[in-house]
């Protein structure tokens, strides 16, 4: 089978999707943390009760998916995305609705797929753009305490040069680098061979915080003191970690790309923090926030479909919601045009942009 064709041969300057080589100005309108396919069962969480546990064990259906949408990790099904067709339908509304291009920050220990994804690629024509390197602690694999930071971050670089084990197919990023609250040791080895990695890759690194709003901190001084280039990080999942205007600044002063990356998941329940989750119109207003504090070009966008029940076909909104929905919805509460193209397309370009000499 046909693993890897580089469209551009030579170029300086490229964005490495699944399928190989583009330029950077095929990107085009950008989500810039999706998983098209993800094994998430790590994350379930059945209830004790008898009767709850029936419901967390069948499949996601109109009669359970109000009680799977209140808790998406309370039902097994729905943290599994593994039906290619499926994936192809969910991609043509993103591309239906303009949508070009989408990281996908399956890494390892959630079911990364570099095959699926590559026939996925070719029968949307999205670029997809897939992630290097390892998710949280609790998904590493047994010998992560034998590795040292030099052998990740080999085994990072490598799956950006030369491909994913031995499929040839390439990643375009690093990450997303799975850290919790508190980081593990194994953790920040990962944080240190990512820095190490984007030297010799240039490729961005996405990270995914624990959930505190201390952790984005705290991964910014590791990424520093190893060297990582701050101006080509992005730091994933904002609207959950951080929700004071005050420390936000101080976050955003530290240089990172800021990703409002769960639009669409709204619930008056969010059972792995302390915070709540916010609503649209909250995360539309904190982008606003920055954009009036100078950080239009450090901002970026996704949904972070991980489940059943946030996909179109289970009654979610899918791949497409920032482009058929928040899009106008931006417009409406006075993001400029400038603005929306920096978050939807220039920043995204930038992000996944590798320079070569
Ligand atoms: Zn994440």
């Known amino acids: ?44 969480n059945p209830p ?29 099904d729905n943290l599994l995305l593994a039906d290619e067709n499926v994936a192809v339908e969910e991609l043509l509304l993103f591309k239906g609705h303009g949508g070009r291009s989408i990281i996908d ?11 699926a994804l590559s026939r996925i ?17 609790s998904v590493h694999p047994h010998n992560m305490d034998k590795k040292n930071i030099n052998d990740i971050a080999d085994e990072i670089t490598n799956e950006i040069k030369i491909g994913v084990g031995d499929t040839g197919i390439k990643c375009g990023i690093i990450g997303e680098i799975g850290c919790s ?31 505190n709003e201390k952790s984005p901190f705290e991964i ?20 959950r970690t951080i929700q004071d205007h005050d420390t936000l600044l101080e976050l955003a002063k530290l240089g ?23 609503s649209d119109g909250a995360r539309i207003d904190f982008i606003q926030f920055l954009i009036n504090n100078g950080y239009s070009e450090r901002i970026v966008t996704g949904q972070d479909v991980f489940c059943k029940s946030r996909l179109a076909k289970y009654g979610g909104h899918g791949y497409h919601h920032i482009m058929e929905n928040m899009i106008p919805r931006m417009r409406e509460k006075n993001i400029s045009e400038p603005d929306i193209h920096n978050l939807i397309i220039k920043n995204p ?7 070569t000499n």
């Open 1 to 44: 089978m046909f693993t890897n064709k580089d469209n551009s041969d030579s170029n300086s300057k490229f964005v490495q999707t699944v399928l190989g080589k583009i330029n950077p100005s095929d990107v085009g309108p950008t989500t810039t943390h999706e998983h098209i396919l993800i094994d998430f069962v790590c994350m379930f």
């Open 48 to 76: 004790s009760e008898a009767s709850e546990r029936f419901k967390a064990f069948q499949p996601v259906t109109m009669e359970n998916l109000g009680w799977v949408r209140y808790d998406h990790f309370r039902n097994q």
């Open 105 to 115: 920050a399956t890494t390892i220990g959630i079911g990364r797929d570099p095959y």
């Open 121 to 137: 690629a070719r029968l949307t024509g999205i670029n997809i753009i897939m992630g290097a390197g390892y998710y949280v602690d």
């Open 181 to 211: 609250w508190p980081l593990t040791k194994n953790e920040h080895k990962v944080l240190e061979a990512s820095a190490i990695a984007q030297s010799q890759t240039g490729a961005s690194i996405l990270i995914h915080p624990g959930r």
């Open 220 to 239: 910014i001084k590791i990424l520093s003191e190893a060297g990582a280039d701050l101006s080509r990080v992005v730091m994933g999942h904002i609207e």
């Open 256 to 278: 990172t790309y800021l990703e409002y990356d769960l639009f669409g998941w709204e619930s008056s329940y969010y059972p792995l923090s302390h915070l709540d989750m916010v």
């Open 349 to 355: 370009t930038e992000i996944l942009t590798i320079k």
